[in-house]
Protein backbone atom coordinates (compact mmCIF):
# COMPACT_ATOMS: atom_id res chain seq x y z
CA UNK A 1 0.00 0.00 0.00
CA UNK A 2 1.17 3.32 -1.19
CA UNK A 3 1.33 6.35 1.22
CA UNK A 4 -0.83 9.19 -0.48
CA UNK A 5 1.06 11.85 -1.05
CA UNK A 6 0.49 15.13 0.52
CA UNK A 7 -2.02 17.78 -0.17
CA UNK A 8 -0.26 20.62 -2.16
CA UNK A 9 -0.36 23.62 -0.18
CA UNK A 10 -2.90 26.64 -1.21
CA UNK A 11 -2.18 29.97 -1.61
CA UNK A 12 -4.43 32.80 -1.14
CA UNK A 13 -4.04 35.89 -3.57
CA UNK A 14 -5.77 39.07 -3.98
CA UNK A 15 -7.13 39.48 -7.31
CA UNK A 16 -5.78 43.21 -8.76
CA UNK A 17 -8.48 45.51 -9.42
CA UNK A 18 -9.20 45.50 -12.92
CA UNK A 19 -10.51 41.78 -12.39
CA UNK A 20 -13.51 42.83 -10.40
CA UNK A 21 -15.38 44.71 -13.25
CA UNK A 22 -18.91 42.77 -13.60
CA UNK A 23 -18.67 41.76 -16.94
CA UNK A 24 -22.75 41.04 -17.40
CA UNK A 25 -23.47 44.78 -15.91
CA UNK A 26 -27.48 44.62 -15.91
CA UNK A 27 -29.26 47.51 -18.32
CA UNK A 28 -31.82 48.16 -16.13
CA UNK A 29 -29.63 50.18 -13.81
CA UNK A 30 -29.52 53.01 -16.33
CA UNK A 31 -33.33 53.14 -16.61
CA UNK A 32 -35.01 54.02 -13.13
CA UNK A 33 -38.69 53.38 -12.83
CA UNK A 34 -40.50 57.10 -12.43
CA UNK A 35 -41.32 57.76 -8.53
CA UNK A 36 -44.89 57.02 -7.73
CA UNK A 37 -47.00 60.85 -7.82
CA UNK A 38 -48.35 60.31 -4.53
CA UNK A 39 -50.97 63.62 -5.21
CA UNK A 40 -51.75 62.58 -8.42
CA UNK A 41 -53.36 59.34 -7.40
CA UNK A 42 -55.29 60.67 -4.64
CA UNK A 43 -56.92 63.23 -7.26
CA UNK A 44 -57.62 60.31 -9.48
CA UNK A 45 -59.56 58.78 -6.73
CA UNK A 46 -61.49 61.69 -5.78
CA UNK A 47 -62.28 61.99 -9.47
CA UNK A 48 -63.45 58.82 -9.19
CA UNK A 49 -65.85 58.57 -6.21
CA UNK A 50 -66.95 62.27 -7.88
CA UNK A 51 -68.47 60.53 -10.82
CA UNK A 52 -69.73 57.66 -9.11
CA UNK A 53 -71.36 60.03 -6.69
CA UNK A 54 -69.56 58.03 -2.87
CA UNK A 55 -68.16 61.71 -2.19
CA UNK A 56 -72.02 62.78 -1.50
CA UNK A 57 -71.83 60.09 1.40
CA UNK A 58 -71.63 61.07 4.74
CA UNK A 59 -69.59 58.82 6.76
CA UNK A 60 -71.82 56.84 9.24
CA UNK A 61 -70.59 58.30 12.99
CA UNK A 62 -70.73 54.87 15.32
CA UNK A 63 -70.52 55.26 18.99
CA UNK A 64 -67.22 54.13 21.10
CA UNK A 65 -68.07 51.23 21.95
CA UNK A 66 -64.94 50.47 23.91
CA UNK A 67 -65.84 53.51 25.94
CA UNK A 68 -68.44 53.04 26.98
CA UNK A 69 -67.54 49.21 28.22
CA UNK A 70 -64.91 50.64 29.85
CA UNK A 71 -67.05 52.87 31.80
CA UNK A 72 -69.07 50.46 32.86
CA UNK A 73 -66.95 47.60 33.47
CA UNK A 74 -64.94 49.92 35.99
CA UNK A 75 -68.37 51.34 37.49
CA UNK A 76 -69.39 47.93 38.49
CA UNK A 77 -66.23 46.71 39.58
CA UNK A 78 -65.60 49.89 41.88
CA UNK A 79 -69.08 48.92 43.12
CA UNK A 80 -68.49 45.56 44.19
CA UNK A 81 -64.94 46.35 45.75
CA UNK A 82 -66.56 49.42 47.83
CA UNK A 83 -69.21 46.74 49.36
CA UNK A 84 -66.23 44.04 49.96
CA UNK A 85 -64.60 47.41 51.42
CA UNK A 86 -68.01 48.90 53.52
CA UNK A 87 -68.93 45.39 54.89
CA UNK A 88 -65.30 44.91 56.36
CA UNK A 89 -64.66 48.18 57.44
CA UNK A 90 -64.05 47.23 60.89
CA UNK A 91 -60.47 45.22 59.74
CA UNK A 92 -58.12 47.80 58.35
CA UNK A 93 -56.33 45.34 56.39
CA UNK A 94 -59.71 44.64 54.19
CA UNK A 95 -60.44 48.38 53.83
CA UNK A 96 -56.92 48.96 52.81
CA UNK A 97 -57.00 45.65 50.40
CA UNK A 98 -60.31 46.69 48.84
CA UNK A 99 -59.12 50.25 48.09
CA UNK A 100 -55.91 48.50 46.33
CA UNK A 101 -57.76 46.54 44.22
CA UNK A 102 -60.02 49.07 43.30
CA UNK A 103 -56.53 51.09 41.94
CA UNK A 104 -55.16 47.37 40.23
CA UNK A 105 -58.20 46.86 38.64
CA UNK A 106 -58.87 50.15 36.63
CA UNK A 107 -55.02 50.22 35.85
CA UNK A 108 -55.57 46.94 34.27
CA UNK A 109 -58.71 47.54 32.58
CA UNK A 110 -57.11 50.63 31.12
CA UNK A 111 -54.32 48.87 30.40
CA UNK A 112 -56.09 46.23 28.28
CA UNK A 113 -58.82 48.36 26.43
CA UNK A 114 -56.45 51.22 25.01
CA UNK A 115 -52.92 50.50 25.53
CA UNK A 116 -53.34 48.06 22.24
CA UNK A 117 -54.07 44.02 23.99
CA UNK A 118 -57.80 44.74 22.17
CA UNK A 119 -56.50 45.67 18.82
CA UNK A 120 -59.97 45.92 17.23
CA UNK A 121 -62.86 46.20 19.41
Same mark, same amino acid.
Given at each position: MEDPS @? @?? @???? #??? @?????? #??NDPKSNDIKSPEPDVFGLRQLGRIIDHQSGQDAVTPVRRSNRRALDSGILIALGHLILSVIGFLGRENLFILASSVARMVLFTTG?? /??? /????? #? #??
Open positions: @P @PT @PVTY #RLK @PKENFA #RALT /WIM /WSGII #R #RY
